[in-house]
């Protein structure tokens, strides 16, 4: 089955600074790579996501980047602000697999004023 | 529309007890995915259900199980409870399931086992 793996496991960043999470995936079958932002005590929430048959997605601050060759995406959140902290998770949709998410370990994401 | 909600919002349980969680999609919505969440093991997917029916299973043992209903409301329950199952078991809705197919979170519900 598919493995997902989110490097890295905390991140630091000045407000103002860029922030990049990595994923990659183990099944080249996946087709789908949402990512999720869920604040403390609160549910994950859809951020941003990009199917297998784009190479770049983008939404104001957010972007993700899909290497379907090296099997791997990455999330980049620009011009950081303290209310981008949270913890951050990626995830894999498998090919014929309904309804299943594998996701990451989660990344969390500290931005300090 | 109004989101995915879960209940209840809490509960606390001793071992050997079982438990019923209940989950209502997004009207529309007719997948409805469970996982647990966890310190040490994240998200994990435990099954999916999709017009009553029941067509994918995570890696979890017989105790867990779960149900769909004709209006799409999904309950899972924990039989046998171990000190292990504390956890946020989260329900997650979406269109059909497929990959296409984007999946909103409930609340989730707080399982603690004492």
């Known amino acids: 089955g598919e493995n997902v793996e989110q490097h890295p496991s905390t991140l630091s960043v000045q407000e103002g600074d860029s922030a990049v999470i990595k994923c990659t995936y183990s099944d080249s079958a996946s087709n789908y790579f949402p990512w999720y932002k869920q604040e403390l005590g609160k549910r994950p929430q859809l951020i941003i996501d990009i199917r297998s048959n784009v190479g770049e997605k983008k939404d104001q601050r957010i972007a993700v980047t899909l290497n379907k060759t090296a099997k791997h995406f990455s999330l980049h959140i620009t011009e950081t602000q303290p209310e981008d902290s949270a913890v951050y998770f990626c995830?894999?949709?498998?090919?014929?697999?309904?309804?299943?998410?594998?996701f990451g370990a989660g990344t969390q994401v500290v931005v300090t004023p | 529309k109004a989101g995915v909600t879960q209940t209840p919002r809490y509960l606390i349980k001793t071992r050997g007890q079982q438990v019923t969680l209940s989950c209502s999609p997004i009207s529309g919505h007719r997948s409805v995915s469970w996982y647990q969440q966890t310190p040490g093991q994240g998200l994990q997917f435990l099954f999916e259900?999709?017009?009553?029916?029941?067509?994918n299973k995570g890696n979890f043992p017989g105790r867990f199980s779960g149900r769909q209903f004709s209006n799409s409301r999904s309950e899972m329950n924990v039989s046998t409870l171990e000190l292990g199952d504390s956890a946020l078991y989260l329900c997650a809705s979406s269109s059909r399931g497929g990959a296409k197919d984007t999946q909103y979170f409930g609340p989730g519900t707080r399982l603690t086992v004492l």
């Open positions: 995830a894999a949709h498998e090919a014929d697999s309904w309804g299943k998410l594998q």
């Open positions: 259900y999709f017009s009553e029916t029941q067509r």
